[in-house]
């Protein structure tokens, strides 16, 4: 039987999310999260697709499509993108 590890493994956003194209930014508010796992199933890095994000959406650890007996230990509330608008286009609203 083998033990199971508690790591931290980063986090890399796959895609471009569909409101940076409407001028939104994306803001990165966590690096790297803390997973349990055995150490034959440890991840290079867990993926996020943020394709489908638009202006003032978040996207949450519990977000997140983990390997098979990868358990994320951090708060599955956290989040770890967010689609801010940007000055130019909160201009471009208001005019």
Same mark, same amino acid.
């Given at each position: 039987?083998?033990?199971?590890? $508690?790591?931290?493994?980063?986090?890399?956003?796959?895609?471009?999310?569909?409101?940076?194209?409407?001028?939104?930014?994306?803001?990165?508010?966590?690096?790297?999260?803390?997973?349990?796992?055995?150490?034959?199933?440890?991840?290079?890095?867990?993926?996020?697709?943020?394709?489908?994000?638009?202006?003032?959406?978040?996207?949450?650890?519990?977000?997140?499509?983990?390997?098979?007996?990868?358990?994320?230990?951090?708060?599955? $509330?956290?989040?770890?993108?967010?689609?801010?608008?940007?000055?130019?286009?909160?201009?471009? $609203?208001? $005019?």
């Amino acid at each position: 039987a083998q033990k199971s590890l $508690e790591v931290s493994v980063p986090i890399t956003a796959v895609g471009q999310a569909a409101g940076i194209k409407l001028g939104g930014i994306m803001e990165n508010l966590v690096n790297d999260i803390k997973v349990k796992c055995s150490p034959d199933n440890i991840p290079e890095s867990i993926s996020a697709d943020v394709s489908h994000m638009q202006v003032g959406d978040t996207f949450h650890i519990s977000d997140l499509v983990l390997p098979e007996g990868v358990i994320a230990l951090d708060d599955p $509330e956290r989040t770890i993108f967010s689609i801010a608008a940007s000055r130019l286009s909160k201009a471009a $609203e208001s $005019e």
